[in-house]
């Protein structure tokens, strides 16, 4: 049983080549660039050279490369993409047409002269499997699971903030667990154009899996024993983007909130963790703030044990809070996988003997 497990975040996308016949420690794993920020440098160096740009390829995750785009533009250089492509920028035409990018179809690109082509693909698997074949790391892999978060395609006029977290409570209330964002192949909602595009690119050579990273960083930090021997918690995921976190009683969520990680010190971390514990969170309290919303669904007098993962954890440093710098499998910057692979464990009947004896065996 092998699973490649890659969380993709803004900074880093994190790597594991997991084998269930093989101690989980000896797993092969990378932290690398991420996608967006490996495109936001070639968008760079296309502007110093004065090239013009033709974006072709799937849906990908936005953020640094965007605003390079916004910056190739403002500089005098011409952007083309075709429809996937294009959808990167914003899900919506019109105002990927206000950034100044051209539309073109498939045929037309084809025969667009002047421009440097960049195919767009949050999962380069040309790239991660010459990286594995130098040290004679197999390629052969039963599964493709993959952690991106995805705003999801929101009607024009509607916040992407407020239509993604509306996702979220749906889920949640047809399936209160962490779980409810994990999704095997055909199973993506349509308006999660990300995580659609990542399955495109994938299927059908490869099986799949697909989580929310956030999600898929929580589920990974109660891979700490430290963590998940606790059934009152809290786990806060600091992302370089984005932070969430889950008020948990067993794996039922009783509330959560995201936030943008950028707009929160330690003092604001503290005011919204005590809230989201004692239920006096609200949503507008954090979608006014800049975040994306917060939901109590249960309030719960039970003392809870606060946990905190992800590459910005050091925000809550010397917190009131004191919370537990998680460190699942020995390694926090590969949480998002190992929720992978434990998701894997839990969706997929035939393999969660198999995966759970693997993730146990260290501890035996």
């Not at 898929?216 to 024993?225: I, K, L, Y």
């Not at 606790?230 to 009683?249: D, P, Q, V, Y």
Request: hydrophobic share 45%.
């Amino acid at each position: 049983m092998r699973i490649l497990a890659i969380d993709i975040g803004t900074g880093t996308q994190d790597i594991l080549v997991f084998d269930a016949a093989s101690p989980i420690t000896n797993c092969p794993k990378m932290v690398m660039p991420s996608p967006t920020a490996t495109l936001a440098a070639r968008i760079l160096a296309a502007t110093q050279r004065k090239d013009h740009i033709l974006f072709t390829g799937f849906t990908m995750g936005g953020g640094p490369s965007t605003w390079a785009v916004k910056q190739h533009i403002k500089a005098g250089f011409k952007v083309f993409a075709t429809p996937a492509a294009a959808r990167t920028f914003d899900d919506d035409p019109a105002e990927v047409q206000r950034m100044g990018i051209v539309a073109v179809s498939e045929d037309e690109a084809k025969s667009l002269q002047g421009a440097v082509t960049m195919e767009l693909k949050d999962v380069d698997l040309a790239s991660i499997g010459r990286a594995l074949a130098i040290f004679g790391v197999s390629q052969r892999f039963d599964l493709v699971a993959v952690a991106v978060l995805d705003h999801g395609a929101a009607p024009p006029g509607v916040s992407d903030r407020a239509f993604r977290f509306e996702h979220m409570l749906r889920r949640l209330r047809d399936c209160n667990d962490l779980l409810a964002f994990t999704y095997l192949c055909g199973e993506i909602p349509d308006y999660l154009t990300r995580m659609t595009s990542v399955e495109k690119s994938l299927v059908p050579e490869y099986r799949t899996l697909l989580m929310d990273t956030g999600f898929a960083a929580v589920t990974g930090a109660d891979e700490d024993p430290l963590v998940s021997r606790h059934k009152h918690r809290i786990i806060i995921n600091l992302g370089n983007s984005h932070t969430i976190a889950f008020h948990l009683n067993g794996l039922a969520v009783l509330g959560m909130f995201e936030h943008h990680t950028r707009a929160l010190d330690r003092k604001a971390l503290e005011t919204a963790v005590s809230g989201l514990a004692d239920g006096s969170l609200t949503n507008t309290d954090v979608f006014e703030s800049g975040g994306h919303g917060a939901v109590v669904l249960k309030v719960s007098s039970r003392r809870h044990f606060v946990a905190a993962v992800g590459p910005q954890r050091g925000r809550l440093s010397g917190s009131s809070l004191y919370p537990y710098f998680a460190v699942p499998h020995g390694d926090m910057m590969i949480a998002g996988c190992f929720g992978l692979v434990r998701a894997c464990a839990l969706r997929i009947a035939d393999w969660r003997e198999e995966i759970q004896a693997a993730l146990s065996r260290e501890e035996s």
